[in-house]
């Protein structure tokens, strides 16, 4: 373990970034309110009486700009595992913590145009991070307007860039290698941003190879005063080979390998997806109206030492809200009230995998094993309304009903077709604000949420429709506090909350890759989460920037019977039960920066019996950077980074609850890149 006094000299040493936005940070005493996506009933995070963690350009240029999952853990409460590129779990507040391989209970929005599939399961980290202007992560079930999800939703916002072009380049450890091209042409009418990323690493773990490219197209139409056209289309094409989780043993003593049968079939995970939307916005009097459509679709192949999973997915809906502002007993009130429908419809069928017989080429496709169609509708109807009661005082309160209804057809080996409809899901939401002055806000909030089962979880393991299955659903109580002080400086904010979630979702395993879902209980979901940011000038030529988050859980089931084993009172799998992160950035003449960060994750139960945890671990990333003005339009910014510089070894992932092959142990460990570096190169040209 590293000494206290070494992370703390190197917390104060360094770390940078590589464009101008990161130096915007400091070259002001005042640190800047923050704005919030204009889909909210407020405009600023001041006013929103909700924990809302924000993250800017400036945050994820604070590292590589290769994984999303870095800048997604500086927030409080927000807890990211990633195993590998395409191998994440989120979890807020402590909810979907065991979820086998991916993330759901969490609603995510890029735009308009929903993240989240039918199956309740939500990918960002497909999306290029230097196409992001702005992530919203709203924590707990508080925002009635994105279907009222147990763990919260994430919203990204598109980035659209002035006139001009950047090209830039990335090499690291491990074959990194990542190159990056975004033009953007802005008129009084109209605006056009086209931007191509190519990803690529052949991964420290053995069968790691990581190849990605996406090409994505945003912009505005016919933009007037009181109303515009918005498009957005995104296309990913991705080749990644999967290493699996492995056991104790092999992630003490030998971390690069990966799991044997994933090795020896080659296994690994191919799809090319598109994302597609156009939102229409415009305004008469004081309503404003946003109308959106939405195009989602995934065509995948996966060959695994089981079996070969193909999946077609496609996706589409429209969202429209409308906006505006009413008196209410002589004071500026106002309203959002809109609708959300969203149809998904999923193929599926899975093969033999003939990897042992195909002399070490790996994966081989046999035999069709299964073959299912399911297809799933969203209703969601919301209201929000926000009533001044005095200058001081404000209440929101707001609603969410939601409809689903699937269907499930088996066409091989057995046919067969059922359809089930879950019962209207009502989400209310209620919250009062106090601001003592322009700078403190202090809330308290009540709101439901809940969470749809995932697709095993709605099958029986004779793989029929189970009529016996309800979503999860919780109410959470938070209080919470925003405060500026030192002349606008400092910023703190801090959050306390509880929820409990009954009906709790279990996916219990019956076979290598099938699990079926029962409500098998109660978890308790409670604890306190801070966060400060600090702005200090020390004179013309020196600044610094200096934050820090910290949260602390008690994540437990209340009443937990899977089978014939009883659980309650047991720590919550697969999360921490604290996290803490911390930052330093220091500008030199405005040209020359450096910077700092550290995270500390607590140990992890990582199965129901709380029998084994992973170990607790300390991360400290390292950058600078140097911008240069070439030409009076043309910048260059140079920078290198070091990343885990102490070489810790630590899961970065794991998998929950994992069975043990035979004659072999369990393998819960996703192990985490040991020390890496990388270093960029950009050119941008601002006409």
Same mark, same amino acid.
């Given at each position: 373990?590293?000494?206290?006094? #070494?992370?703390?000299?190197?917390?104060? /040493?360094?770390?940078?970034?590589?464009?101008?936005?990161?130096?915007?940070?400091?070259?002001?005493?005042?640190?800047?309110?923050?704005?919030?996506?204009?889909?909210?009933?407020?405009?600023?995070?001041?006013?929103?009486? #909700?924990?809302?963690?924000?993250?800017?350009?400036?945050?994820?240029?604070?590292?590589?700009?290769?994984?999303?999952?870095?800048?997604?853990?500086? &927030? %409080?409460?927000?807890?990211?595992?990633?195993? %590998?590129?395409?191998?994440?779990?989120?979890?807020?507040?402590?909810?979907?913590?065991?979820?086998?391989?991916?993330?759901?209970?969490?609603?995510?929005?890029?735009?308009?145009?929903?993240?989240?599939?039918?199956?309740?399961?939500t990918t960002i980290e497909d999306l290029n991070i230097e196409n992001i202007g702005q992530a919203e992560i709203i924590k707990g079930p508080l925002s009635s307007l994105y279907g009222a999800g147990l763990g919260g939703a994430i919203l990204l916002t598109p980035k659209l860039k002035e006139n001009g072009a950047t090209i830039s380049a990335t090499h690291g450890s491990f074959g990194l290698m990542k190159s990056n091209v975004s033009v953007g042409i802005n008129s009084t009418s109209s605006e056009i941003n086209i931007n191509y990323h190519k990803l690529e690493s052949d991964g420290w773990r053995q069968n790691s190879s990581y190849d990605r490219e996406g090409f994505t197209l945003a912009g505005e139409l016919f933009r007037k005063e009181n109303s515009k056209l918005t498009y957005l289309a995104n296309y990913t094409s991705l080749k990644a080979f999967i290493p699996s989780s492995i056991n104790k043993d092999t992630f003490d003593d030998s971390p690069q390998s990966a799991a044997p049968t994933w090795l020896a079939s080659k296994g690994y995970e191919q799809y090319?997806?598109?994302?597609?939307?156009?939102?229409?916005?415009?305004?008469?009097?004081?309503?404003?109206?946003?109308?959106?459509?939405?195009?989602?679709?995934?065509?995948? $192949?996966?060959?695994?030492?089981?079996?070969?999973?193909?999946?077609?997915?496609?996706?589409?809906?429209?969202?429209?809200?409308?906006?505006?502002?009413?008196?209410?007993?002589?004071?500026?009130?106002?309203? /959002?009230?809109g609708l959300e429908y969203f149809r998904d419809r999923f193929e599926g069928e899975t093969f033999e995998n003939l990897y042992q017989n195909n002399n070490g080429l790996g994966s081989l496709q046999g035999q069709k094993l299964s073959a299912t169609?399911?297809?799933?509708?969203?209703?969601?109807?919301?209201?929000?309304?926000?009533?001044?009661?005095?200058?001081?005082?404000?209440?929101?309160?707001?609603?969410?009903?939601?409809?689903?209804?699937?269907?499930?057809?088996?066409?091989?080996?057995?046919?067969?077709?059922?359809?089930?409809?879950?019962?209207?899901?009502w989400s209310p939401q209620l919250s009062v604000l106090y601001k003592p002055d322009s700078l403190k806000t202090i809330y308290v909030s009540a709101s439901r949420g809940f969470s749809l089962p995932s697709v095993e979880e709605t099958l029986t393991a004779t793989g029929t429709i189970n009529s016996d299955i309800r979503p999860e659903n919780g109410y959470n109580f938070e209080f919470g506090g925003k405060f500026y002080f030192l002349n606008r400086k400092l910023f703190a904010e801090i959050a306390l909350y509880r929820m409990q979630i009954r009906d709790l979702l279990v996916a219990r395993r019956v076979d290598d890759d099938q699990f079926v879902g029962v409500n098998a209980g109660k978890t308790l979901h409670q604890g306190i989460e801070a966060a400060?940011?600090?702005?200090?000038?020390?004179?013309?030529?020196?600044?610094?920037?200096?934050?820090?988050?910290?949260?602390?859980?008690?994540?437990?089931?209340?009443?937990?019977?899977?089978?014939?084993?009883?659980?309650?009172?047991?720590?919550?799998?697969?999360?921490?039960?604290?996290?803490?992160?911390?930052?330093?950035? /220091?500008?030199?003449?405005?040209?020359?920066?450096?910077?700092?960060?550290?995270?500390?994750? !607590?140990?992890?139960?990582? $199965? !129901?019996?709380?029998?084994?945890?992973?170990?607790?671990?300390?991360?400290? $990333?390292?950058?600078?950077?140097?911008?240069?003005? /070439?030409?009076?339009? &043309?910048?260059?910014?140079? %920078?290198?980074?070091?990343?885990?510089?102490? !070489?810790?070894?630590?899961?970065?992932?794991?998998?929950?609850?994992?069975?043990?092959?035979?004659?072999?142990?369990?393998?819960?460990?996703?192990?985490?890149?040991?020390?890496?570096?990388?270093?960029?190169?950009?050119?941008?040209?601002?006409?």
């Open positions: 373990m590293k000494t206290f006094t #070494a992370v703390l000299l190197t917390f104060l /040493i360094t770390n940078a970034a590589c464009s101008q936005i990161l130096v915007d940070t400091i070259t002001s005493e005042r640190l800047k309110e923050i704005s919030i996506s204009n889909l909210h009933l407020n405009d600023s995070l001041m006013n929103a009486p #909700a924990s809302i963690g924000i993250l800017l350009p400036k945050d994820f240029q604070r590292n590589s700009l290769t994984n999303i999952a870095t800048s997604v853990n500086t &927030i %409080a409460g927000v807890f990211m595992q990633s195993g %590998a590129y395409n191998t994440n779990r989120i979890t807020i507040r402590g909810i979907g913590a065991r979820t086998p391989f991916g993330t759901n209970k969490i609603r995510a929005f890029y735009g308009n145009i929903p993240l989240t599939s039918g199956d309740s399961e090319h997806s598109w994302l597609g939307g156009l939102g229409y916005e415009f305004k008469i009097g004081n309503i404003k109206n946003s109308t959106s459509l939405f195009l989602n679709t995934k065509d995948s $192949n996966e060959p695994r030492p089981f079996d070969i999973l193909k999946q077609n997915t496609a996706a589409y809906g429209l969202r429209t809200q409308f906006s505006g502002n009413y008196k209410f007993i002589k004071r500026t009130s106002g309203f /959002i009230v169609e399911q297809e799933r509708n969203f209703y969601n109807a919301f209201a929000q309304t926000r009533i001044p009661v005095s200058k001081r005082f404000e209440i929101q309160a707001g609603l969410n009903v939601n409809q689903t209804r699937f269907s499930l057809k088996n066409t091989f080996p057995n046919a067969s077709s059922e359809d089930y409809r879950y019962k209207a899901i400060a940011n600090y702005n200090l000038n020390f004179n013309k030529s020196l600044s610094a920037n200096a934050w820090a988050s910290a949260s602390i859980g008690n994540y437990k089931f209340e009443e937990f019977i899977d089978g014939d084993n009883d659980f309650s009172g047991n720590e919550l799998t697969g999360v921490p039960q604290s996290k803490m992160n911390a930052g330093i950035l /220091i500008t030199v003449r405005k040209n020359f920066y450096l910077s700092s960060d550290f995270e500390f994750v !607590d140990a992890i139960p990582i $199965n !129901d019996a709380n029998l084994v945890y992973s170990d607790s671990y300390r991360i400290v $990333n390292l950058k600078a950077g140097f911008r240069l003005d /070439i030409l009076t339009d &043309i910048s260059m910014n140079i %920078a290198a980074g070091i990343n885990n510089i102490f !070489d810790e070894h630590y899961a970065s992932m794991v998998l929950v609850n994992a069975t043990a092959p035979p004659n072999a142990l369990p393998r819960y460990y996703y192990p985490g890149l040991p020390v890496n570096y990388y270093g960029n190169i950009s050119f941008t040209w601002r006409p």
